[in-house]
Antibody, heavy 124, light 108 residues
Framework: EVQLVESGGALVQPGRSLRLSCAASGFTFGDYAMHWVRQAPGKGLEWVSGIIWNSGVIGYADSVKGRFTISRDNAKNSLYLQMDSLRPEDTALYYC?????????????????WGQGTTVTVFS | EIVLTQSPGTLSLSPGERAALSCRASQSVSSGYLAWYQHRPGQAPRLLIYGASSRASGIPDKFSGSGSGTDFTLTISRLEPEDFAVYYCQQYGTSPFTFGPGTKVDIK
């Protein structure tokens, strides 16, 4: 069964850091691009960042650029999101998502597998 | 950044009716890389359509996507109770990949 399980969400104060992890199973992790998508309370979906199969970074949302860093470890079937200088507006449910393609040469498919999410709350 | 606008914000329909959801982009979506997702409360989003018009694996043919350039449409031919949800479009042709604000389809 294809599965993504996020972890690392927590209650933190503004300015602090947090690292989210996503453990993948049931598919060849290193063959696919991966994404982080978040949903703030009562709001819509927001693409946060993405990374292609070979760790090339697709990019970041303007709202997190310079503060968040995406990475992956294909040997550990894991995706990460390092979040620094957290702000109250980063409070959200963070989803890990698998793309249906590698991302090589700009080929993507959309997020065809989603985790259940991990909650980050930034409060003062 | 490509901004996506979805309309209407809310669509109130009865089971059995047809739904047409619009997604408009602020600039042309590269390679037709436009996806539609269904999001039910308490669940993870679900990919319905990729590449503007291709159904994802396991998606019934009552869902169809069309459009190109800056104007895209998701059509649900006959609404069933499980189809009442929020629908998002996403462009993934130009970084940053962006989502629209969503259209809520609720029961009239």
């Amino acid at each position: 069964e294809v599965q993504l399980v996020e972890s690392g969400g927590a209650l933190v104060q503004p300015g602090r850091s947090l690292r989210l992890s996503c453990a993948a199973s049931g598919f060849t992790f290193g063959d696919y691009a991966m994404h982080w998508v978040r949903q703030a309370p009562g709001k819509g979906l927001e693409w946060v960042s993405g990374i292609i199969w070979n760790s090339g970074v697709i990019g970041y949302a303007d709202s997190v650029k310079g503060r968040f860093t995406i990475s992956r470890d294909n040997a550990k079937n894991s995706l990460y999101l390092q979040m620094d200088s957290l702000r109250p507006e980063d409070t959200a449910l963070y989803y890990c998502g698998k793309d249906g393609n590698t991302g090589a040469l700009g080929y993507f498919y959309g997020v065809d597998v989603w985790g259940q999410g991990t909650t980050v709350t930034v409060f003062s | 950044e490509i901004v996506l606008t979805q309309s209407p914000g809310t669509l109130s329909l009865s089971p059995g009716e047809r739904a047409a959801l619009s997604c408009r982009a602020s600039q042309s979506v590269s390679s037709g890389y436009l996806a539609w997702y269904q999001h039910r409360p308490g669940q993870a989003p679900r990919l319905l359509i990729y590449g503007a018009s291709s159904r994802a694996s396991g998606i019934p043919d009552k869902f169809s996507g069309s459009g190109s350039g800056t104007d895209f449409t998701l059509t649900i031919s006959r609404l069933e109770p499980e189809d009442f949800a929020v629908y998002y479009c996403q462009q993934y042709g130009t970084s940053p990949f962006t989502f629209g604000p969503g259209t809520k389809v609720d029961i009239k």
